[in-house]
T-cell receptor
Framework: AQKITQTQPGMFVQEKEAVTLDCTYDTSDPSYGLFWYKQPSSGEMIFLIYQGSYDQQNATEGRYSLNFQKARKSANLVISASQLGDSAMYFCAMRPSRGGGNKLTFGTGTQLKVEL | DAGVTQSPTHLIKTRGQHVTLRCSPISGHKSVSWYQQVLGQGPQFIFQYYEKEERGRGNFPDRFSARQFPNYSSELNVNALLLGDSALYLC???????????FGPGTRLTVL
């Protein structure tokens, strides 16, 4: 079974500052993918970034980067230069390798509030 | 290109009724997955369909069923609704070439 743990129910950050959202995971699968999604109050889940378990380099997508530490089983999301529009719920998720189906397992989320 | 679309946006039903939710995937995506998100929690996997066949099922009762059509759109059906079925139902699609699932705006179901 797979499990995602997000220990920060809520986070505050000042505009233009960087913020790190924590995610740890547990799995017995040798190959897996890790994802971060953003969910504004409207409800839609917006894909941000993906990291494959065998990727040698940490993933980056614009202001988002994923700090992947495989030995620690952590996949923290770093948002640089925070903007007011970044205020939302953020979910970490994982899925097994292709042979394991398409099921995403989500954490409980972190509510990020960006302040002026 | 259009993203994943879902209908209806909101729905109010009473206990014991039946509901059908609809989803159209991104053009070219053959896989559709359904998730239930109860208030304050992360989404929970319900079903995955690929090429009209069920490829995965989460820990949900038989009151939940789904199907995928030849055009890859999908329906989620829930029978004998319970108060606890009140949730945001999310549909996601993915292609056979990537691991990433793209979500629709969701259907917010309220059971009274």
């Amino acid at each position: 079974a797979q499990k995602i743990t997000q220990t920060q129910p809520g986070m505050f950050v000042q505009e233009k500052e960087a913020v790190t959202l924590d995610c740890t995971y547990d799995t017995s699968d040798p190959s897996y993918g890790l994802f971060w999604y953003k969910q504004p109050s409207s409800g839609e889940m917006i894909f941000l970034i993906y990291q494959g378990s065998y990727d040698q380099q940490n993933a980056t997508e614009g202001r988002y980067s994923l700090n992947f530490q495989k030995a620690r089983k952590s996949a923290n999301l770093v948002i640089s230069a925070s903007q007011l529009g970044d205020s939302a719920m953020y979910f970490c998720a994982m899925r097994p390798s292709r042979g394991g189906g398409n099921k995403l397992t989500f954490g409980t989320g972190t509510q990020l509030k960006v302040e002026l | 290109d259009a993203g994943v679309t879902q209908s209806p946006t909101h729905l109010i039903k009473t206990r014991g009724q039946h509901v059908t939710l609809r989803c159209s995937p991104i053009s070219g995506h053959k896989s559709v997955s359904w998730y239930q998100q109860v208030l304050g929690q992360g989404p929970q996997f319900i079903f995955q369909y690929y090429e009209k066949e069920e490829r995965g099922r989460g820990n949900f009762p038989d009151r939940f069923s789904a199907r995928q059509f030849p055009n890859y759109s999908s329906e989620l059906n829930v029978n004998a609704l319970l108060l606890g079925d009140s949730a945001l139902y999310l549909c996601a699609s993915s292609s056979q070439y990537t691991d990433t699932q793209y979500f629709g705006p969701g259907t917010r179901l309220t059971v009274l």
